[in-house]
Structures are given as structure tokens and as C-alpha cells.
């Protein structure tokens, strides 16, 4: 040991902390020192004098050294790392901290979420047995973790297995049947489908309570059911909301509206909304865009939005919730529209903490944001009739035509495409799903087969991108007495490519109880005719509602039989299939679906009405709002493949 380290440890242990840090520095840099023991003193003695970030890296240094003490020492810097924020440095002496920690399942988390928070999801994987399977928040990122790597076959396997010993455990039991129902596990689905025949039980009311509200969705086609509370709505409710809401700006004033989403990027809810900024009226309203999409997106946002749009985005993803609804205030919004609802990475904090003068939820949630603060929910009369007043927290503004926006001018009409391209047979009847596979219940698949079987020699063309869900649902059909070479698949690919393959099929199939939304549309716009049935809940109405702004309400079905009936029929009718798709070209740009600037003026309307109720002192009500005239011509000209 060099006679400056003696000295310094000798200072050290003296508790002169400013000194023994000029020695030790001075020992290796100048004596050029390098062992563990000087690092670990290094720091030590930066710790002493509470700089945190410079003792992790002494820290780190230190465990690069092969010794008894790189253990601890690799420990010490992650943990200093983590406690000042240093994401970048926590990246590079994770790993090692975690290998040489292999009992340590806190700190093996630390790193693991400091990946998943990175978006490093693949990198995770090594890591994850290090964990802790009955601590909540552990299992609940391995099931993230493999989720996101697409690792379903190890991940049901692993969660069956744990539900088996640990039967009790909630979390456990929800994410079985969050991840059955993402690849179509008949096994999980039964198993679900049967607690939920008596939904007082425990187990069920326990389930109930923990599932996502987005979860039940998917397989509930009952409002009443739709508003028992589930995590979502149990969480935002213990959310502070604001003492006093503002007062609504004064009349003759501009309508000051906030748009509040993580999703102004290449995502479909702009696909559906992004007209709409644009067209908003700034003459008589001043329109912001609370945007917490992360800084990646950015890019997106500079060479896609106009800048009318560009301008009017306000970020507030680096904000804590109370921050944000603070800017709010001090732009004096009025009307706060929340475009996420029970969504992932919603922030209704956010809005629970606003104290804006109307508070509004629009097209991420189909159903009552249930435990938020809001007056108000944007839809029509078909995904809400009267009788769904009931089960709604917020007063209904009901569209005329349809709640569901459309923006057209980002949309490409489908290029030339040929079955061929696809594996498509060139003279079968091709039935389609593109919906997202959680909807693809037990229901769905027992009338898919229905159909198949009453239409010899037809196909079912199904979107899936999971390996283990298509042998699931191939499995699935042939339980239910179908070859299983008659279902046929095909992946994700861009969106332009999406747009040309869909009228390669003769009609889509509709999923229950959520039907296609952005999908329901994205067939309509490219010329492919949906069918679908009514359902008794707001998801299991939406294509209801679009087929009707598009003038093909006679393919709404009364029931499950209805639905078999009128897919054989039309399968089975010569000339059927052209003259429907002949009628979805002719009302494209005559019927309100696609009519950007028609349904802006109506949502506008929507907003003048509720701003004209607050500043007259009264309370939200129910709001129908009235339709324009009907147009008389087209309201744009595009062909095909324009």
C-alpha cells in the first residue's frame, strides 16, 4: 500500500472526509493506484460528503475489480445509481451488480425496470428468473416482460403452473386470463367463462374487481356489469380531484379546448382524430394539445401534422400529474377532453386534479371512464340509447351520425393487390377478421363455424400475428367440426399494404361482444363489407353505428342466428358481394363516415352546447346534438388507389 493511500485511510478513519479525498485522488492519479480497496475508499469518502453520484461511480469502478467485496460493491453503485437517477449509468453496471446479487431479487428488479423503462424489453429476459414470484409487483413485470418479448407459450405455461400452487393469488389468476384471451386459450377462456356464470361468487367478484377495465371489454356485453369497479376504476378514484372547478369564459369569447393523450403520433387514434385538428374552427376556438407521447414521436409530429396542429401541442410527458393540470389552468381551458379513458399509459390523474370547467371523455374508452372526474362522454345514439343512460357515471353529448371521427386525408384509398400475393385461393368465398385476436371469444369462434360450416369450400382469413394463437384458433375450429386448413392467416404489415389486401376478402366477420373500431372503419374506408350484430354495451355497438354512417345498416344483425343466416345468404347470393362493395365506393365520399368537416362542425356544436349550459350556471345534462342539413353532392372526389 503506497505511504499517500496509508495516509488517506488514516484521515479517513479520523473523519477529515475533505482530506482523505484530496489523498486518495491524489494516490491515483498521480501514484497511479488501481485496486478495489482504493475505489471502495473513494467511495466511502464520497458518500461521507453526500456526493451520491460521484460515490456510485467510485462504486462501479470498484466492482470491476475480481475481489470478496464486488458483491457489495457492484450493489452499492446500482442502488446510488437508481436513488440519483442515473438511468444511462444503471444501464452499464446492471448486469454485473445483478450476476454477482443472483439471491437478490430486489436488486435484480431495480435493473429490470430500469430496462422495461428504457423500452429494453429483450434484454430483460436473462434477468428475469432472478426475481421474486410471490412478490405482486415482481410477477407483475415477468408477465409484462415476456408479454412484450412475445414469450405467450413459456409465460401461460409459467402462470398456470402458479396458479395451480397459489390459487388465492389475484394477480396471478388475472393475468391467466389477460393472457389466454390474447392467444385464444380454450382451456383459459372455459375456465374464465365458467367462474363468470355466477359473477356474486368470490372468486369472481375478486376477479372482477382486479381486472384491467379495458379486460372486461373484451369479453362483457352487459352495462350492468360494466360498472362494478376493476383497477382502473378503483385506482383513479383515489385520486384526489380538484376543490373548484374555474369559471367557463365569458360569452363571445373563443371556447378554449384541451385535448389531453399520449397518442398524437402514427397511432389510430389520430388515424380517426387528426382531421379533426386541423379543421377545428380558430375563430371561435382556441385549441391545445396536452401531449405526453413520448420524445420519440416528435419526429413524427413535425412531418405529419400540419402546423395549425404542430403549434397548438403543449408537452407535459416530463410533468408530474399535478403540474400538468396546473398548466391547464393557467391556459384557462374550459373544456378538458380526455382522449385515453380506462386505456394503457392513460394519466387521469391529470384530469381528476384539473379544475377545468367541463371536464370530457372521447373515443380511447368505449364506456364509462368510471372513477373519474368527468361531466361528460362523447357519443351517439347507437353505441348509447336511452337506456344506457343508466350506466354512465358523465351525462351523454350524443353525435347525430356517429361518435367515431375519421380523417381521410392521412388515409390512402387501397393500391392494386391480387390474392396470389396474399396465399388467398383465387375461387373461394374468403371471409375476414382483422380484428385484434382478444376479441376472437368462444362466441365468436362458435359462429365463425357456424358459417364455415353452411358455406362448403369457403376460407376464413384471420389477422394474428402470435404463433401460439393461431395453433390455438386452428385447434379451436377443428374442435368445432372444421378442417383446419380452411383458416388462414396473415401478420401485421404497414398500414398501405393493410389498406390493399382487405377487399381481397368478400366480408368481414365481426367479433362479439367488441366489435372491429379503427378496424370497423379501416374495412370500410378500403371497400370491404362488414357484418355484424347488435350488441347491449357500447364496444358491441360500434359497428352498428358505422355501418349506419356509411348506408349499410341492413348488415346489422338482431342476433347471434341472424348473423349465420345473413353471412350464408350472402355467400351463397351471386352478385351479392360486388353489389355491396359497389355501394361502399359510391358512399364514401357521400355518406358522413369519411365527411371530416361534417362531423367537426357537429363535435363543435357538441362543445357550444356544453359551454353554453356552464355559463348560464347549469349543471351537465344529456346533450343530443342536431344534425346538419344532408348534403346534396359528394364532399370529395378520390379514386381508388388515390
Known amino acids: 500500500m503506497s505511504q499517500t493511500l496509508k495516509k488517506a485511510l488514516q484521515t479517513y478513519q479520523q473523519g477529515d472526509f475533505p482530506s482523505a479525498l484530496k489523498l486518495t485522488e491524489r494516490a491515483i492519479s498521480a501514484e497511479r493506484v488501481r485496486s478495489q480497496d482504493i475505489y471502495a475508499l473513494l467511495g466511502n469518502t464520497h458518500l461521507k460528503l453526500g456526493r451520491m453520484l460521484d460515490a456510485a461511480d467510485a462504486f462501479a469502478e470498484a466492482a470491476r475489480f475480481s475481489g470478496p467485496k464486488s458483491a457489495m460493491l457492484a450493489k452499492f453503485a446500482l442502488t446510488l445509481y437508481h436513488n440519483t437517477g442515473a438511468r444511462d449509468k444503471m444501464l452499464d453496471i446492471g448486469e454485473r451488480a445483478v450476476k454477482l446479487n443472483p439471491g437478490d431479487a430486489d436488486l435484480a428488479f431495480t435493473y429490470v425496470n430500469t430496462l422495461f423503462s428504457e423500452g429494453l424489453f429483450a434484454q430483460t429476459a436473462p434477468f428475469l428468473d432472478n426475481l421474486d414470484r410471490q412478490n405482486p409487483q415482481h410477477m407483475a413485470m415477468i408477465v409484462n416482460c415476456h408479454r412484450l418479448n412475445g414469450n405467450f407459450e413459456f409465460l401461460l405455461r409459467e402462470l398456470k403452473e402458479a396458479c395451480r400452487l397459489d390459487p388465492g393469488n389475484l394477480l396471478l389468476q388475472t393475468s391467466k386470463f389477460v393472457v389466454g384471451r390474447e392467444v385464444c386459450d380454450s382451456e383459459v377462456l372455459a375456465e374464465f367463462e365458467a367462474v363468470m356464470q355466477q359473477p356474486d361468487s368470490p372468486l369472481a367478484a375478486m376477479l372482477l374487481a382486479s381486472e384491467p377495465a379495458l379486460g372486461r371489454v373484451f369479453w362483457n356485453d352487459d352495462e350492468a356489469m360494466s360498472r362494478r369497479p376493476n383497477s382502473d376504476s378503483a385506482r383513479v378514484a383515489a385520486i384526489p380531484v380538484a376543490p373548484a372547478r374555474r369559471t367557463f369564459s365569458a360569452a363571445g369569447e373563443k371556447i378554449r379546448i384541451g385535448y389531453l393523450s399520449n397518442d398524437f403520433f402514427d397511432h389510430p387514434t389520430m388515424r380517426l382524430f387528426g382531421q379533426v385538428l386541423a379543421l377545428h374552427d380558430r375563430d371561435a376556438f382556441d385549441v391545445t394539445l396536452f401531449c405526453y407521447s413520448e420524445s420519440l414521436h416528435r419526429d413524427w409530429q413535425q412531418h405529419h401534422f400540419p402546423p395549425v396542429v404542430r403549434k397548438a401541442i403543449v408537452p407535459v410527458n416530463e410533468m408530474n400529474d399535478g403540474a400538468a393540470a396546473d398548466l391547464i389552468s393557467a391556459r384557462n381551458i374550459d373544456i378538458l377532453v380526455d ?121 376464413l382469413w384471420i389477422l394474428c400475428d402470435r404463433p401460439l394463437a393461431r395453433v390455438n384458433l386452428r385447434s379451436a375450429f377443428v374442435a368445432a367440426g372444421i378442417d383446419g386448413e380452411r383458416i388462414l392467416f396473415t401478420g401485421s404489415v404497414n398500414y398501405a399494404d393493410h389498406l390493399a389486401r382487405v377487399p381481397l376478402a368478400d366480408l368481414a366477420l365481426d367479433t362479439f361482444p367488441c366489435n372491429g373500431h379503427t378496424t370497423t372503419s379501416d374495412m370500410l374506408w378500403a371497400g370491404l363489407p362488414v357484418l355484424s350484430s347488435r350488441g347491449h354495451s357500447f364496444a358491441s355497438r360500434v359497428s352498428e353505428s358505422l355501418l349506419n354512417a356509411i348506408g349499410l345498416s341492413e348488415l346489422i344483425a338482431c342476433d347471434d342466428q341472424v348473423f349465420c343466416n345473413m353471412a350464408t345468404a350472402i355467400a351463397r347470393a351471386p352478385g351479392k358481394v360486388a353489389e355491396l362493395k359497389e355501394r361502399l365506393e359510391e358512399n364514401r365520399f357521400c355518406a358522413p363516415l369519411f365527411n371530416g368537416a361534417r362531423f367537426t362542425a357537429h363535435l363543435e356544436r357538441a362543445y357550444g352546447l356544453m359551454a353554453e349550459r356552464a355559463r348560464a350556471g347549469l349543471a351537465p345534462d344529456h346533450i343530443d346534438v342536431p344534425a346538419l342539413p344532408a348534403l346534396e353532392r359528394p364532399f370529395a372526389s378520390r379514386r381508388r388507389g388515390g
Open 339 to 459: 382522449l385515453k379513458g380506462h386505456t394503457m399509459n392513460s394519466r387521469l390523474g391529470i384530469l381528476n386534479r384539473s379544475d377545468a370547467p367541463v371536464k370530457v371523455t372521447y373515443l380511447g374508452y368505449p364506456g364509462s371512464v368510471h372513477g373519474a372526474d368527468l361531466d361528460y362522454a362523447i357519443t351517439d345514439r347507437f353505441v348509447t340509447p336511452d337506456a344506457s343512460k343508466a350506466f354512465f357515471s358523465e351525462k351523454l353529448c350524443r353525435l347525430p351520425e356517429s361518435y367515431q371521427a375519421n380523417d381521410t386525408t392521412g388515409r390512402p384509398l387501397p393500391h392494386a393487390s391480387s390474392r396470389a400475393e396474399w396465399g388467398l385461393p383465387e375461387d373461394a368465398f374468403v371471409f375476414a377478421s382483422f380484428n385484434a385476436v382478444p376479441k376472437i371469444t368462444p362466441r365468436t369462434i362458435a359462429l365463425w363455424a357456424n358459417i364455415l360450416d353452411r358455406v362448403p369450400g369457403s376460407v
